[in-house]
């Protein structure tokens, strides 16, 4: 994966100038010692300076970790903690931060051994109130050592998310295509999470395409994607143009990406992409996708956005799919009901028309899009990756700015089932608890667009925690049946 961020997260532990610093001092190194024998060690630093109340401290604490590297930051109350320095260095900081606090060790050294840092954390939130700064509080956030290294821990890919945010370019091409109005991208929420947006013309992706015309380079490329197809390389025709269109999109990647770290693409892929490029890009965006460069179809911007933060929190591709489609109720009564403890309405299609990499497909063949030769010549509507997607854990996710400027965001995990899909494109049978509410009281309710971006894993913690420090007003989730949504009828 080469466009995801690495997080370094820099310990700083505080005291409060009534407790002895050698508290706080030796709670820390006993933490980065545990986080070191449970974790990377390469996750962390150990800023040397404890902050007690001194501002001064705090701006020594700050050019420690800075110097050092770290783009994320853990305060780590040893003690009570003084709540003015630790809250200045968090908003001095200016990237993802924490705090967690020390758990009292034994009854027997509840004298000059308390810390206090539970009655802290209180303080320090307020605190973090009061200068407008957000944090990662974990959900209970006093612990041992061991504890805390562990809230550390799942830290890490929260961390990555965001610094990520901060440090990410969306490029789109094209305005959506004709009754796409779902696909909206209200650009003030993107700015609002540090990244930056490039909207282009199609036009402008046409023209540098063409001038890949002749690339010494496409040779390569068509042999790597007849080694990533193998026998699904059904279309061999096409591959030149697909390696060429590839090359266009990395170059421009570089040549565009400005003064940030991370690229995710929003394209144009229909209606006149097929006609003047002579085939569809679904399987080079899968392609990019896979090495952690997300492709969103249809100049999804949100969509791209999610799938970005998805990358960065599991550390492996995901994929973006419509919401698409019921199951057959021939199909659940043969294939899921009695195998797999789920309703018929937990059940539905997630399918797109071939933008899932080959890693994240059961088998797969290269062919042409169906839906598009409906109404075109099939010779330009070649370039799809069709299959089953793997079966397996699934988190179905999605970040979106409404039209009026509200962000709002939804997570339920669930699996994809080993059932034939007997259909087309890059689709699977998914499955989630209680679809039925949450489709109808979430999705529909909240006016979230089709398409929902697929993390393979349940990811749902982390992805929650991240939207819910970008600022998301709504976070839905797929709540059981013993937990009824504001909007659900009771008499229904």
């Excluded at 501002?55 to 770290?70: M, R, S, Y």
């Excluded at 945010?165 to 091409?173: P, Q, Y």
């Excluded at 349940?458 to 998301?472: I, T």
Aim: aromatic share 10%; charged share 20%.
């Amino acid at each position: 994966m080469n466009n995801m961020p690495q997080a370094k997260i820099g310990i700083v532990a505080v005291s409060r100038d009534c407790f002895p610093a050698s508290l706080a001092i030796n709670r820390r190194k006993a933490l980065v010692e545990s986080y070191t024998k449970l974790f990377n060690k390469d996750d962390i630093y150990e800023c040397p300076v404890c902050i007690i109340e001194s501002e001064i401290q705090t701006l020594e604490a700050l050019e420690d970790v800075k110097k050092a590297g770290c783009n994320a930051l853990c305060v780590y109350l040893g003690n009570f903690g003084p709540e003015i320095s630790e809250t200045l260095l968090a908003e001095k900081f200016g990237g993802p931060v924490m705090f967690c606090a020390a758990a009292e060790e034994s009854q027997g050294d509840l004298i000059d051994g308390r810390g206090d840092a539970y009655c802290g954390m209180l303080n320090a939130s307020y605190n973090l109130h009061l200068r407008g700064v957000k944090a990662y509080i974990p959900e209970y956030p006093v612990g041992t050592a061991d504890e805390c290294a562990k809230m550390i821990n799942e830290f890490v890919p929260i961390a990555r998310a965001l610094y990520g945010l901060s440090e990410l370019k969306v490029i789109s091409f094209g305005p959506r295509p004709m009754n796409f109005l779902a696909c909206n991208a209200p650009i003030q929420q993107i700015y609002n999470m540090g990244a930056e947006i490039e909207e282009n013309s199609e036009l402008d992706l046409f023209e540098s395409f063409n001038k890949h015309a002749g690339d010494p380079r496409i040779a390569d490329v068509v042999k790597d994607m007849e080694n990533d197809l193998g026998a699904g390389n059904k279309k061999p025709e096409i591959l030149s143009k697909l390696a060429q269109y590839e090359l266009t999109l990395l170059d421009w990647i570089e040549e565009h990406r400005g003064g940030k770290k991370f690229v995710c693409i929003a394209g144009k892929c229909w209606p006149a992409f097929q006609t003047q490029f002579g085939f569809v890009p679904c399987y080079v965006n899968s392609r990019l996708t896979g090495r952690g460069i997300p492709v969103s179809c249809e100049v999804d911007i949100y969509g791209a956005i999610s799938e970005f933060i998805g990358t960065c929190i599991s550390g492996d591709a995901v994929t973006l799919l419509d919401i698409n489609n019921s199951v057959p109720a021939d199909m659940y009564e043969e294939s899921i009901k009695g195998k797999f403890d789920y309703k018929h309405t937990d059940t539905f299609m997630g399918f797109h028309c071939g933008n899932t990499c080959t890693s994240k497909l059961a088998s797969c063949e290269m062919k042409f899009q169906r839906i598009m030769a409906r109404n075109l010549p099939e010779e330009v509507t070649q370039g799809t990756l069709e299959g089953d997607i793997m079966p397996g854990d699934i988190t179905f996710y999605r970040l979106q700015s409404t039209s009026d400027n509200h962000l709002k965001a939804y997570v339920a995990q669930g699996e994809v089932l080993n059932v034939p899909t007997r259909s087309f494109g890059g689709i699977g049978v998914f499955a989630i608890p209680e679809m039925g509410r949450f489709y109808r009281h979430i999705l529909i309710q909240h006016n979230f667009p089709h398409h929902g971006a697929v993390a393979f894993g349940h990811f749902g913690k982390a992805l929650f925690e991240v939207f819910k420090y970008v600022g998301a007003e709504v976070i839905g989730y797929n709540q059981p049946a013993s937990l009824p949504y504001p909007t659900e009828n009771p008499f229904a």
